[in-house]
């Protein structure tokens, strides 16, 4: 899981949503979901997970002049 010490309003939200999928994975998995829904958040968390490190990287790049 990213950090979620994140002061950008943006990336925060991006953690956040981040946290709320794992989650929705994990209690999916505990109860014993069918293995297409497991994929189908799988593949969710993996989607805003790499839109979350592209705003990270984005956000890191100094402001072109």
């Not at 002061?7 to 297409?36: K, M, N, T």
């Not at 593949?43 to 402001?63: D, G, K, T």
Request: with cysteine; hydrophobic share 40%.
């Amino acid at each position: 899981m990213p950090a979620t010490n994140v002061s950008h309003p943006e990336l925060e939200c991006a953690a956040e949503r981040l946290q709320r999928l794992w989650y929705d994975l994990a209690i999916a998995e505990q109860h014993g979901q069918p293995v297409h829904l497991l994929e189908h958040l799988c593949y969710l968390y993996l989607c805003a997970l790499e839109e979350y490190v592209q705003l990270s990287r984005r956000l890191e790049q100094p402001l072109a002049s």
